[in-house]
């Protein structure tokens, strides 16, 4: 069976809907709090490189809102990068990893096509 892993901040309203709906269906993972746990550079990068940065990067979010316009522009990969990991709220969540798969956001339709329970 492969390691299902959930990334995200705890106190995250759809991260807390992205847990029930993986603990309904029986589905075991590991969750790690990245404001609490930190994350990996290395890790991220290969996120980026997977997904890409846009996908990831949350612009919606307050943390985004509260950076100054000179931070916001001129964004490229290493950048985003940067500002991921100096702002780990700026994370879209939850990002599930599950082997060589990688899925960023939560709905339950979306949980339901993958291929974990």
């Not at 996120?47 to 990067?57: C, F, I, M, S």
């Amino acid at each position: 069976m492969t390691l299902v892993e959930l990334f995200g901040i705890a106190n995250c309203d759809t991260m807390k809907k992205a847990r029930r709906w993986l603990d309904a269906e029986g589905v075991a993972y590991r969750f790690h709090d990245y404001r609490k746990e930190g994350l990996d550079r290395r890790m991220l990068a290969a996120w980026v490189e997977r997904v890409g940065w846009e996908v990831l990067l949350n612009k919606r979010g307050t943390t985004w809102r509260k950076l100054s316009d000179a931070e916001r522009a001129d964004l490229d990969t290493e950048k985003a990068i940067t500002l991921m990991l100096a702002h780990p709220a700026m994370i879209k969540r939850p990002v599930l990893v599950m082997g060589d798969a990688i899925e960023v956001g939560y709905s339950p339709e979306q949980y339901g096509q993958l291929q974990i329970s």
